[in-house]
T-cell receptor, first 111, second 111 residues
């Protein structure tokens, strides 16, 4: 039982490049979310999903796309990376109205 | 809309008590509390639901004032291990799938 896994752990991109951050869970949770964390800004919700095939925008969705084709996976796509997207990204899952489990995070730097 | 946390930071000596507050301008469905240590992912502490139901893993107490849309986390007889950044997360009526976090409260416990 791995819980929530994220890959890669670290990534450096050049401005304009695209990439996908991977998130997988083995707890059969319906709810999955992506957050970014910047100093002094807390955790800000990017996108979330309440089940396979259902996604919605969070607080800061611009520049990011998501899809949810299976219960287990919830990838986050950066379409054209910008320095403002330098951050630590956390994927999280939870059952309805219960505790949320966070993945270990991906540290992304855009130069 | 992010909930507002106060104070932003607090320094304690071992054995002292602290209170961290979380307030919202919108009607709250639930309040979550998480603690994050430096370089790690946030970890669940407690969830408080409308009607008084509480679920938590540790011996930490919290309150939820539905009329004032406020929650407080009570840390008593603090230990060095309590150090970290505390986040409250809120779910609002009409959007109970979106967990929005505040900007955090940095707690440092000194010997």
């Amino acid at each position: 039982n791995a819980g929530v896994t994220q890959t890669p752990k670290f990534q450096v991109l050049k401005t304009g490049q695209s990439m996908t951050l991977q998130c997988a869970q083995d707890m059969n949770h319906e709810y999955m979310s992506w957050y970014r964390q910047d100093p002094g800004m807390g955790l800000r919700l990017i996108h979330y999903s309440v089940g396979a095939g259902i996604t919605d925008q969070g607080e800061v969705p611009n520049g990011y796309n998501v899809s949810r084709s299976t219960t287990e996976d919830f990838p986050l796509r950066l379409l054209s990376a910008a320095p403002s997207q330098t951050s630590v990204y956390f994927c999280a899952t939870r059952p309805d109205s219960y505790e949320q489990y966070f993945g270990p995070g991906t540290r992304l730097t855009v130069t | 809309q992010q909930p507002v946390q106060s104070p932003q930071a607090v320094i304690l000596r071992e054995g002292e008590d602290a209170v961290i507050n979380c307030s919202s301008s919108k009607a709250l469905y639930s309040v979550h509390w998480y603690r994050q240590k430096h370089g790690e992912a946030p970890v669940f502490l407690m969830i408080l639901l409308k009607g008084g139901e509480q679920k938590g893993h540790e011996k930490i107490s919290a309150s939820f004032n539905e009329k004032k849309q406020q929650s407080s986390l009570y840390l008593t007889a603090s230990q060095l291990s309590y150090s970290g950044t505390y986040f409250c997360g809120t779910e609002y009526y009409g959007a109970t799938n979106k967990l929005i976090f505040g900007t955090g409260t940095l707690l440092a416990v000194q010997p």
